[in-house]
Structure formats: structure tokens, C-alpha cells
């Protein structure tokens, strides 16, 4: 029995801190842990350039046990240079390189160590193999460096890693965490594809912190996408999602890393680290809100969006998916092309599915879209996928009218048509946004929505019709960020033509809707970017009686009110209510 019923939460102890710390001060820390998040288990390291001793992990393993606290192990696949060769290696973060005996060797010491000490242990994301010294190209020979890593790191996670370790402790329970930045796994050798299969369980990298001062520039709604794809990359047996305080810059940025995760029903909460974490102010508020989504999870079924087909080792327009997410619009990524089906029973199948440059790293990509869409399936593709298609002349033209010039246009207006209407009008936004040109035969395609300046416009949301069902091209701002600048009015339509489910939003961007397959769903709106307080309105089609509030275990208000229909027709029902940034809301369809 854990202190939270619907995951485990679990810190990551590093091995320069459990190399010194003293029974006395790990007293002190627990207390402090315990009174503000309720750790349930650590993952005690073994190595992080430096060793922590076996007397050491034996003091940490009986204080955390007689706390209640269980102990799995963990490794960070870095170090000080082993030779005097190395200096030759310039090698990322201390990673290692595997084409060098004495690393080898030193990698396989580690993993026995932490194998005879624990049952389980997770490997943190320095895993990844950059090093391009003499003997790793050597190594290489003809192949390209995305090849070779990963038929290395392929290699290293057998010999080095797996292998001594199931030598040494049989029932081990080995868990690779996978970075934040999926979209260039292949180049380090990173290979879910193949690893999942490899690798007993699997690990969410859930760290975005903060958008603007970061290097990555990571949307916030990667800490809920990425374990949605990790998920459906090994069903079952993705074992957590990670985050971290670095670089958040306010405490609201911090927990809603800690949110997302948990809005897609994660097993285990991971905080790294212990000691960065210990006398941390965002720390404190962390339990009570895990508390609170505690109770919330309790009433929330199996997460569900719009799929989005990414396969693995792909990269191209990169993150467009989150940046859609941040804007409102659901979405559920998974490693293989769903089968079409009126009925959604994702991953496997749904009557719709998103696609974007990622996908042209599937070659049988354009036959899969056009038996989908002949059955009856929506496929909603990025411009991106469009442009990308059509220079590559693999079929695409068959499907659509759309061609493209090079050309872009600079946009400030939008012209948009409610559903059901060719009556269209206008709304300004507040900075110049950049589309693709996207040229297509009137007539033979429909423009959903237009965005141009004065008496020219380009369309930025095309249909097309093929045997029972239809292509659908959005055109991308080239900067996504800019997704966000897009009129209310014009996203909302765009929420509406690509919702899954019976719900969409209509409101401002830099909000994201969760919706669950027991007609539940939750509203975040960012703390960061332009964010503010609003109203929004909920469409749900047809008939629906009410929407009831979801109270987590420590809701501000006890005894939520129902919200009634804000008006009603014979195709939907809307309600309206209020949002403020930093603050979840989660609520029950009631029919
Ligand atoms: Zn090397």
C-alpha cells in the first residue's frame, strides 16, 4: 500500500549524494520528504562518475526500508576519463564510448555491482552513445552514424547491460528511460523500436520546464504526449514518468510538469533528485497537489485524443504535436498507423488520425492513408506531410489538389465558416503569421478556412473527399509557436474538424483539453506565454444534461456545483465556465 492510490511516487537518489550522506542526515531529509511529497520508493544510484560504496548503499537501503520507503537501484552512464587516451575522445556529458575495451569493461563492472544489489534498476538517459572518436569511426566503416549507433547501442544494452546483469541476479527487472528528445534518438543510438523489446520496462523523460529559458524550448504538453507515446510503444510496462526542478523558474512551471504526467495516468511519479529536490521550495506544494489528483484519477477512464502516428526514429516537424496540444486539441501519439473504425478503441484503431512530416519515415505510408481514408477514415495531414509528399512524388497527388510553389504568405486576417455554413467572416490577429502557400482546384477540394491579408487569402484548412472518407491538410505557421497567435474563432474551428471524440473547445489557445474514454475530461490553461483568465465554452454533440465537477482529495472548493447548459440543439449542447492559469478543472458529461 502506497501513500497514493493511482501511482507510486518515487525519487532518484544520485551516487555522489548517496557516496557521503550520513544516517543522521538522511533522517532529516526523509522527514522533510515525507512531510511535504510521500516518497513510496527511490531508485538508489550506483554510479554517476563516481561510486557510491557497498557500505554506503547498505546504511541508505536499511534507513529508506525501515521508512517504509522501497529500494530499486539506478545508473547514470557517465565518467571520468579511464585512460590516458581518453583525452583524445571529446565525449558529451562524460558519456561513454563503447567502441573502447576499458569503457566496456567499466560498464559491464557497473551493472554487475548494481545487479547483485537490487531486483530492479533504471538506467537514467545518458545511456546514449555520441562519442565519435577515431575507433568509433573506424567502427562505423560505410554505415551512417545513425545506423551505427543504434546497431551499437543495440549491442551495448545486450552484452553490456542486460546479459551481465540476468547473470548476477536472474529476476533483475531492468527499465531504460528514454530523453525528451525523441526526435533525435537514431542520431545516439537511442532505439525504442527495437529496445522495448529488449529491456524488461521502459521510462518517460516528462522534463519541459520552462518553455522560453531553456535551450530545448520544449511545449509543456510533452510531459503528457511523451508518455501517451511510450505508453502505446510498450502497452503496460512504460514505467513512470521523470521531471526535474532545473530551469523551471517559478513553482507553477515546476508542478505542471508534475500535472501532465499525471494527467496520463502514469504508474510511477518520478522526482530527480533527492538532493536537488531537499529544502526546495517547489517541492512543497507537490504532495498536496499529487493528493488532489490523487482523487481525480480515481474517476478518469483510459486517456483519450486524436491519434498521432509517429514512427519510431522519425524526426520532421518536430514537436508540431504538442503545439497542437497546447492549443486545445487532444491527441493520443503512438508508434503504428491505426486500423480504421467508427468507433475509437485507441491504440489500435479510430475513425481519424493526425499525420505530419514524422510519417514520411514510414515508406508505406500514402497506401495506409488511402485504404484508411477509403473505409471511411479521416486523415488529418500537416502541411508539412503535404509539401514533403509532393517533392517526393510518392503518391500524394492521387489524394489531393493541393500543389505547392514555394511560395508563403504573410497573414493577419483569417476568414472562417461556422460548420454546416459556406457563409464566412472575419477576425484579425494580433501579429503576421506565416503559412505555406497551399494551391489547390476549387471545386475539387473545399476550403474550410482562409487566412490572407485584404483581397487575397490562402486556405489553411483544405478537404478533401476520397471513396467513404477524407484527407484533411492544416496548414502549419512556419514557427509553431505562432499556432498560438491563430484568432480564438479560426482554432476553435480547427479543434472542431480535428476532435476525436464528442467534445471540442472554443476558447483561447494556451489550453489543453484531456478527455478520457468514460466521458470525463480536464482543462489545463498554462501559467506561462500570454496566459489569462477567460471563459471558455465545451461543445458536446448531441444531448447532455449537465457537466459535473471532479473534486480531487484536497479541492478548493468542497461541494462543486453542477454546470447547466449554456444553450442546447438538436446536434449539440454547449456550456460555458470560467478558467484561470495554473488551476486543473476536470469534469463528468453528464447525458
Ligand atoms: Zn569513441
Redesign the pocket.
Request: hydrophobic share 0%; glycine share 0%; charged share 25%.
Given at each position: 500500500m502506497g501513500n497514493y492510490r493511482n501511482f507510486t511516487t518515487v525519487m532518484y537518489c544520485i551516487a555522489p549524494w548517496a557516496a557521503r550522506i550520513t544516517e543522521a542526515e538522511l533522517q532529516r531529509q526523509i522527514e522533510f520528504f515525507n512531510h511535504y511529497v510521500k516518497p513510496d520508493k527511490v531508485y538508489l544510484e550506483t554510479f554517476r562518475s563516481e561510486w557510491a560504496s557497498q557500505e554506503q548503499l547498505d546504511l541508505c537501503k536499511r534507513v529508506f526500508k525501515d521508512h517504509g520507503i522501497a529500494v530499486s537501484g539506478g545508473i547514470t552512464t557517465v565518467t571520468e576519463d579511464l585512460s590516458p587516451e581518453d583525452s583524445k575522445?571529446q565525449r558529451f556529458y562524460q558519456t561513454f564510448?563503447y567502441?573502447?575495451e576499458v569503457h566496456r569493461e567499466h560498464l559491464k563492472k557497473v551493472v554487475t555491482y548494481t545487479a547483485e544489489n537490487f531486483d530492479e534498476f533504471i538506467i537514467d538517459d545518458f545511456f546514449f552513445s555520441q562519442?565519435r572518436?577515431e575507433?568509433?569511426r573506424r567502427e562505423k566503416g560505410d554505415r551512417s552514424w545513425a545506423e551505427f549507433k543504434m546497431d551499437k547501442m543495440r549491442e551495448v544494452s545486450e552484452n553490456l547491460v542486460i546479459k551481465p546483469a540476468k547473470a548476477v541476479n536472474p529476476k533483475i527487472n531492468i527499465i531504460i528511460k528514454y530523453p525528451n528528445w525523441r526526435e533525435s534518438f537514431q542520431e545516439t543510438g537511442y532505439n525504442p523500436a527495437q529496445q522495448k523489446d529488449m529491456f524488461d520496462m521502459i521510462y518517460t523523460g516528462t522534463e519541459t520546464r520552462h518553455p522560453v529559458e531553456t535551450e530545448q524550448h520544449l511545449p509543456h504538453y510533452l510531459s503528457y504526449s511523451l508518455m501517451r507515446f511510450f505508453e502505446n510503444t510498450k502497452p503496460g510496462k512504460n514505467g513512470g514518468g521523470w521531471f526535474d526542478p532545473y530551469e523551471c523558474y517559478g513553482i507553477d512551471t515546476y508542478l505542471e510538469q508534475a500535472y501532465l504526467t499525471a494527467f496520463s495516468k502514469p504508474r510511477e511519479i518520478m522526482l530527480f533528485c533527492w538532493p536537488s529536490l531537499y529544502h526546495n521550495k517547489v517541492v512543497t506544494p507537490l504532495g498536496f497537489r499529487l493528493k488532489d489528483l490523487d482523487g481525480i484519477l480515481d474517476k478518469l477512464g483510459k486517456p483519450q485524443g486524436l491519434p498521432f502516428y509517429l514512427p519510431h526514429n522519425s524526426q520532421g516537424e518536430d514537436h508540431l504535436e504538442d503545439y497542437l496540444g497546447m492549443a486545445g486539441i487532444p491527441l493520443e501519439p503512438m508508434p503504428t498507423f491505426p486500423a480504421y473504425a467508427k468507433t475509437p478503441l485507441l491504440p489500435s484503431s479510430a475513425p481519424s488520425v493526425l499525420v505530419t512530416a514524422s510519417a514520411l519515415e514510414d515508406r508505406d505510408i500514402i497506401p495506409k492513408i488511402r485504404n484508411f481514408i477509403n473505409q471511411g477514415g479521416k486523415v488529418i495531414a500537416s502541411s508539412g506531410f503535404i509539401i514533403e509528399s509532393l517533392q517526393r512524388k510518392n503518391g500524394i497527388e492521387d489524394l489531393t489538389s493541393i500543389r505547392f510553389r514555394g511560395r508563403y504568405a504573410e497573414t493577419c486576417e483569417f476568414q472562417i465558416s461556422r460548420s454546416g455554413s459556406s457563409r464566412m467572416y472575419y477576425r484579425k490577429s494580433g501579429e503576421r503569421i506565416r503559412f505555406p502557400v497551399l494551391e489547390h482546384r476549387t471545386n475539387s477540394s473545399w476550403s474550410l478556412l482562409n487566412a490572407g491579408s485584404g483581397d487575397q487569402h490562402t486556405s489553411i484548412l483544405i478537404r478533401d473527399t476520397n471513396g467513404r472518407g477524407e484527407l484533411l491538410t492544416l496548414a502549419i505557421p512556419d514557427l509553431f509557436s505562432r499556432i498560438k497567435k491563430i484568432p480564438a474563432e479560426a482554432l476553435t474551428r480547427i479543434r472542431e474538424e480535428l476532435a476525436l471524440g464528442n467534445i471540442y473547445l472554443e476558447g483561447p489557445p494556451q489550453l489543453s483539453l484531456f478527455t478520457y474514454d468514460n466521458g470525463t475530461f480536464g482543462l489545463y490553461p498554462y501559467t506561462t506565454l500570454d496566459s489569462a483568465p477567460d471563459w471558455v465554452k465545451i461543445h458536446v454533440k448531441g444531448k447532455a444534461s449537465a457537466l459535473s465537477p471532479i473534486s480531487g482529495d484536497n479541492s478548493f472548493v468542497s461541494e462543486p456545483v453542477k454546470i447547466a447548459p449554456l444553450s442546447q440543439s438538436e446536434t449539440e449542447t454547449i456550456f460555458e465556465f470560467r478558467v484561470e492559469p495554473g488551476d486543473y478543472q476536470f469534469f463528468k458529461v453528464e447525458v
Open positions: 575522445r564510448c567502441s573502447n562519442c572518436c575507433d568509433c
